[in-house]
T-cell receptor, first 117, second 111 residues
Framework: GAVVSQHPSRVICKSGTSVKIECRSLDFQATTMFWYRQFPKQSLMLMATSNEGSKATYEQGVEKDKFLINHASLTLSTLTVTSAHPEDSSFYIC?????????????FGQGTRLTVV | KNEVEQSPQNLTAQEGEFITINCSYSVGISALHWLQQHPGGGIVSLFMLSSGKKKHGRLIATINIQEKHSSLHITASHPRDSAVYICAVRGRWGGADGLTFGKGTHLIIQP
């Protein structure tokens, strides 16, 4: 089946630094990649939708200058948390849809647990 | 915006019991997903439904589009089924829409 690889799986960084998270579709071309965030004991929430070659669409309340998304190719999207603060500590997970079948299974990365100290 | 409600929030059962988790949503969708999240956070897609019923091993998922309701059933439950089960819906734009998630059902199966 389709595989989405996300890394790193865990990262601890100092407040004020930036962290980059990568999401790759390994055996299919992803028209669209989604970035989600999950705070402890909360449901997953969509942060932004990333389309290859165009600017990401951010959900209300998500700062685009803080969470930089780059979808440079059909197999790679990156999320950079800039000037991270402790309140950005969360579980970040990406999901991708297959270019060939738009309404398709949800393929998820393994997730990244970010801790900002 | 779609509201996705799951019940129950927590469920503890004995090994072998038949498990049902329910999901309702408020706005029409293109697809509904049942997901399994393990303690480390990783998510596995169990089913994607747009109508009817699907079965995979001991898992069965049904959806009633008119009633905006779906159920996930686990037959002959086993401790390894212990996980958080999440219902998520995709909007009418299909693959171009992100998912809206329920809060999840924390299932524990005791031996």
């Amino acid at each position: 089946g389709a595989v989405v690889s996300q890394h790193p799986s865990r990262v601890i960084c100092k407040s004020g630094t930036s962290v980059k998270i990568e999401c790759r579709s390994l055996d299919f071309q992803a028209t669209t990649m989604f970035w989600y965030r999950q705070f402890p004991k909360q449901s997953l929430m969509l942060m932004a939708t990333s389309n290859e070659g165009s600017k990401a669409t951010y959900e209300q309340g998500v700062e685009k200058d803080k969470f930089l998304i780059n979808h440079a190719s059909l197999t790679l999207s990156t999320l950079t948390v800039t000037s991270a603060h402790p309140e950005d500590s969360s579980f970040y997970i990406c999901s991708a849809t297959d270019r060939k079948t738009l309404n398709t299974e949800a393929f998820f990365g393994q997730g990244t647990r970010l801790t900002v100290v | 915006k779609n509201e996705v409600e799951q019940s129950p929030q927590n469920l503890t059962a004995q090994e072998g019991e038949f498990i049902t988790i329910n999901c309702s949503y408020s706005v029409g969708i293109s697809a509904l997903h049942w997901l399994q999240q393990h303690p480390g956070g990783g998510i596995v897609s169990l089913f994607m439904l747009s109508s009817g019923k699907k079965k995979h091993g001991r898992l069965i998922a049904t959806i009633n589009i008119q009633e905006k309701h779906s159920s996930l059933h686990i037959t002959a439950s086993h401790p390894r089924d212990s996980a958080v089960y999440i219902c998520a819906v995709r909007g009418r734009w299909g693959g171009a829409d992100g998912l809206t998630f329920g809060k999840g059902t924390h299932l524990i199966i005791q031996p």
